[in-house]
């Protein structure tokens, strides 16, 4: 049974940072690429970050040009967890975000946990 357990959302100042980290079971973790994805109020959820799966020639990651430089996506396959590194927080940062891994077409999602960016 997959379980995918997303943590460390809350309200955070901007400029501030924040690490969401998204811990899986049920399924072979290193085989599987990993996203972040966040939704903002009345918007379409949108891709943040990705992270290669380990079976790829190098972990290579991609990100949002409204992130870069900002944030790091990470993932510790020892742990099952995959990690994203937001830094430098701004309001339109505000969203829920969801953690995504996929292999060819299976494709699993997080509940989300909410990021609010407000001082």
């Known amino acids: 049974q997959v379980q995918l357990v997303e943590s460390g959302g809350g309200l955070v100042q901007p400029g501030g940072s924040l690490r969401l980290s998204c811990a899986a079971s049920g399924f072979t973790f290193s085989s599987y690429a990993m996203s972040w994805y966040r939704q903002a109020p009345g918007k379409e959820r949108e891709l943040v970050a990705r992270?290669?799966?380990?079976?790829?020639?190098?972990?290579?990651?991609n990100y949002a040009d409204s992130v870069k430089g900002r944030f790091t996506i990470s993932r510790d396959n020892a742990k099952n967890t995959g990690y994203l590194q937001m830094t430098s927080l701004t309001t339109e940062d505000t969203s829920v975000y969801y953690c995504n891994f996929r292999r060819s077409n299976r494709h699993y999602w997080g509940p989300g946990t909410q990021v609010p960016v407000s001082s």
């Open positions: 992270i290669d799966s380990i079976d790829s020639a190098g972990a290579m990651t």
